[in-house]
């Protein structure tokens, strides 16, 4: 992999997120470094919550990465870095990203992937700017479900199912290797996060609305302490914000904890 993105590889850690976040608090970061722990033992997931991992079953890692942009001018990027982790996934398992399509994967609003409406992975991206003219240095976490769906089924007992890798797959196939899941995923990453580096998200707009899981469905948002908004959700604008058509306007989605269910 031609890469000047550091690797590093560690048996076990508490967050990997926290972990690059420590170093740039520290002014310690220089180069992109994507960070990969076998066992996460804190995992984070949006807004405080814990994310489960398990050590055979999950795949969970970090990537500090730093933007010449604004953090004003990043909007739009937990939406780009589902669009890469397809695109990784896609050369990892050696399937088109067609065919991963029709197997039912799918991007949610802002930071997760789905199969089957389960879910599948998340995003967490955390930094900022210590001082104008600094790169933005935003620490990307990502965790995926590699296998054995129905442990995490049993462990979590969530309203909405959870889903592996391996579903993707046919019954006589195996998840790859997660290192080699790893790696690939992080090549996309770079690849993608340099080109929004010089021209922001307006370009993946239409490819993100193809991933679109709710789209022109029913929706409800709940969260940012605001009390619960229903509507139709119409895909997202040039910045990657929710247009949300209610009864009485369309309204744009940006940001906050936000969750999004399908109303029945």
Same mark, same amino acid.
């Given at each position: 992999?031609?890469? #000047?993105?550091?690797?590093?590889?560690?048996?076990?850690?508490?967050? &990997?997120?926290?972990?690059? =976040?420590?170093?740039?608090?520290?002014?310690?970061?220089?180069? *992109?470094?994507?960070? @990969?722990? +076998? /066992?996460?033992?804190?995992?984070?997931? !949006?807004?405080?919550?814990?994310?489960?991992?398990?050590?055979?079953?999950? $795949?969970?890692?970090?990537?500090?990465?730093?933007? +010449?942009?604004?953090?004003?001018?990043?909007?739009?990027?937990? @939406?780009?870095?589902?669009?890469?982790?397809?695109?990784?996934?896609?050369?990892? $398992?050696?399937?088109?990203?067609?065919?991963?399509?029709?197997?039912?994967?799918?991007?949610?609003? *802002? /930071?997760?992937?789905? %199969?089957?409406?389960?879910? %599948?992975?998340?995003? $967490?991206?955390?930094?900022?700017?210590?001082?104008?003219?600094?790169?933005?240095? =935003?620490?990307?976490?990502?965790?995926?479900?590699?296998?054995?769906? !129905?442990?995490?089924?049993?462990?979590? #007992?969530?309203?909405?199912?959870? &889903?592996?890798?391996?579903?993707?797959?046919? *019954?006589?196939? &195996?998840?790859?290797?997660?290192?080699?899941?790893? %790696?690939?995923?992080?090549?996309?990453?770079?690849?993608? %996060?340099?080109?929004?580096?010089?021209?922001?998200?307006?370009?993946?707009?239409?490819?993100? =609305? #193809?991933?679109?899981?709710?789209?022109? #469905?029913?929706?409800?948002? &709940?969260?940012?302490?605001?009390?619960?908004?229903?509507?139709?959700? !119409?895909?997202?604008?040039?910045?990657?914000?929710?247009?949300?058509?209610?009864?009485?306007? =369309?309204?744009?989605?940006?940001?906050?904890?936000?969750?999004?269910?399908?109303?029945?």
């Amino acid at each position: 992999m031609s890469s #000047h993105c550091i690797l590093e590889r560690v048996a076990e850690t508490e967050s &990997t997120n926290d972990d690059l =976040m420590a170093r740039w608090r520290a002014g310690e970061l220089i180069d *992109p470094i994507a960070r @990969l722990a +076998q /066992n996460q033992t804190a995992g984070k997931g !949006r807004a405080g919550r814990s994310w489960l991992a398990s050590p055979q079953d999950s $795949l969970c890692f970090s990537l500090a990465y730093p933007f +010449q942009r604004k953090l004003a001018d990043l909007s739009g990027l937990s @939406l780009l870095v589902g669009l890469a982790v397809i695109s990784g996934i896609s050369k990892a $398992l050696n399937l088109s990203e067609d065919i991963l399509y029709q197997r039912g994967l799918r991007l949610k609003w *802002p /930071n997760d992937l789905l %199969l089957n409406q389960g879910k %599948l992975g998340g995003i $967490l991206i955390e930094g900022g700017q210590t001082k104008i003219g600094d790169p933005s240095w =935003m620490i990307i976490g990502i965790g995926i479900n590699l296998q054995n769906a !129905r442990a995490f089924n049993e462990a979590l #007992h969530q309203e909405y199912p959870i &889903t592996a890798l391996d579903q993707l797959l046919n *019954p006589q196939e &195996t998840v790859p290797d997660a290192e080699w899941i790893w %790696l690939k995923m992080v090549e996309e990453l770079e690849s993608v %996060l340099s080109q929004f580096d010089q021209t922001g998200f307006s370009q993946y707009q239409k490819l993100w =609305m #193809h991933w679109d899981a709710y789209q022109n #469905h029913p929706v409800r948002i &709940t969260g940012a302490g605001q009390e619960a908004i229903e509507g139709i959700a !119409r895909g997202i604008d040039a910045s990657g914000a929710l247009r949300l058509e209610t009864e009485e306007k =369309m309204i744009s989605i940006h940001a906050g904890d936000v969750s999004l269910r399908i109303t029945k």
